[in-house]
């Protein structure tokens, strides 16, 4: 193609989400599942109360500012720090400010990987790894999130640098998580190596899930010193503010020096890509940490209740009339399983043809248990079952 560099992509880009979502925009008396967001029981987008009452407390021009530095505000980044590690991890760490969780991953691929090297990431996963992977021309291997000696296999597979992305807990598109003890199995198997290995863990959703998700971070505390550990979180998710575009990556080692050289590396990747990030979103953020914590914890578990209550009600009346969903533990998501994809495409088409929008995932259909009410949910297994 003229003008664009030779290594560029030129098949069309078909985004499977957007286009789904905007057709179910268009129904709004259909059933919309597609959208990965929070929506409350009126159909309406659930925001934090908290979020927005400290927004409106901020200035035009304090908003409209620069942040006060590429790696992001210093505000920002110890408040959010101490949230996502939430005092679990005693060894060296470093965080940068990025937008949303997908900066964070894509400044994790883009500053430990070279074209042709392998990344490992689910069999089933969210879509946007593969297009990640496709643009910078990395070799892909997937997983099965259910069998950890698939896992280990593929591992073992991998020439050079093991660069491994896990998304657990609240897995998308699956809801599946791994227990602590899987945890301790990975991460055994990662220090064993004797060989560079980075593993990414994706929390986007993290915040939702049930028991006590983080605890598996305490591993991070005995690591090899050939595993470099990245945890790419997202506010997105954790604050209901997708637009605002707020993440960040957090780097955890056994030596200081070298996370000291990769935060370099991360500013500098940083400014040379979106120059800095949100700032109004980055004081909000860390004005309602420090001032708020409160409010927003409350906030949080009325949404995880709520999304519990969607969760129990969907997969008692899939089981009650045998649809076949993929094993779920928590999070925003659960998948019809249909393991041809050619017959999951005719089934999708279908259901738009019922007014019933979802997500199409490889062997598999979405159901955003966090974009619908109760009372649409109400039956959805039965006629999702009447379609398969
Ligand atoms: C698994 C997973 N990881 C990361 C993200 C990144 O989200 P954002 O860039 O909006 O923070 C998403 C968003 O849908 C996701 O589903």
Redesign the pocket.
Known sequence: MKFVKKSENTSPYIDNIFSVTSLAKKDPDGINATA?CLYDETGKMLTYDCFEETEKELTMRQKAAYASSPAGNKEYLDAITDFVLDKRVSNHYRAVAT?????A?SMAFKLCLDAGDTILYPEI??G?YKVMADESGYKVLNYDVYDLEDLFRKIDMVEGKVFLVV?SPC??PLGHAYTYEQWQKILDKLNGLHKEAVLVC?I??IDYANGDPKKYFSLFNGISDDLLVLI?A????AFSC?GY???CLIAIHNDEEFLECFANLASRYGRATWSNINNGGMLTVSKVLLEKRKDYDRELQEAKTLLKERRDLFVKQAQECDLPLYDLSDGFFATVKVSDNTERDQIHQRLMEDHIYTIKVNKGIRIALCSVPLKKLDGLAKKLKEKL
């Open positions: 990965g937008p949303g969780g997908t900066g991953l996963a969210w946007n998304n897995h998308n994706d986007a959703y790419a997202s506010c997105s998710k997708y575009r707020l993440g």
